[in-house]
Nanobody, 125 residues
Framework: QVQLVESGGGLVQPGGSLRLSCVAS????????IGWFRQAPGKEREGVICFNPSGGTTYYADSVNGRFTISRDNGKNTVYLQMNSLKPEDTAVYYC??????????????????WGQGTQVTVSS
C-alpha cells in the first residue's frame, strides 16, 4: 500500500527557513518522480518542485527557484523540501506526491497519483 506522510510544517517569520519531510512506504522512492505541491487559501494547487528518478531537480514554480531545494534519502525512503528566505506568499498547505510509473520524469507535472495528507506552512511576523 503506497503511503506518503509529510511533516515539518509550522509558523515561521519572513526570511526564515523550514525543512519539510515526506516519508514514503509501500514502494521504492528512488525509482519514482516525487514532487512537492502547495495550495494557498482561495487558490488552486500549484506545483513547486520535483525530484526526478534520475536524480535531477525540476522547478515548477519560478518563485521558489534559488530559495527552495529538494533532496532524497534513499536509505530512509524520504524526500525533503528545504525552504529558505520564506515569504508570506509561501503560506500554504504543502503536499508531497508521487508518480507511480517507474522512471517517469517530473515533466509534465501530471499523473501524480498518490498524495500525502499535507502540512501547513505559515509565514508571518
Amino acid at each position: 500500500q503506497v503511503q506518503l506522510v509529510e511533516s515539518g510544517g509550522g509558523l515561521v517569520q519572513p526570511g526564515g527557513s523550514l525543512r519539510l519531510s515526506c516519508v514514503a512506504s509501500g514502494f521504492t522512492l528512488r525509482n519514482h518522480a516525487i514532487g512537492w505541491f502547495r495550495q494557498a487559501p482561495g487558490k488552486e494547487r500549484e506545483g513547486v518542485i520535483c525530484f526526478n528518478p534520475s536524480g535531477g531537480t525540476t522547478y515548477y514554480a519560478d518563485s521558489v527557484n534559488g530559495r527552495f531545494t529538494i533532496s532524497r534519502d534513499n536509505g530512509k525512503n524520504t524526500v525533503y523540501l528545504q525552504m529558505n528566505s520564506l515569504k508570506p506568499e509561501d503560506t500554504a498547505v504543502y503536499y508531497c506526491a508521487t508518480k507511480l510509473s517507474v522512471w517517469e520524469a517530473c515533466r509534465p507535472p501530471l499523473s501524480f497519483t498518490s498524495w500525502g495528507q499535507g502540512t501547513q506552512v505559515t509565514v508571518s511576523s
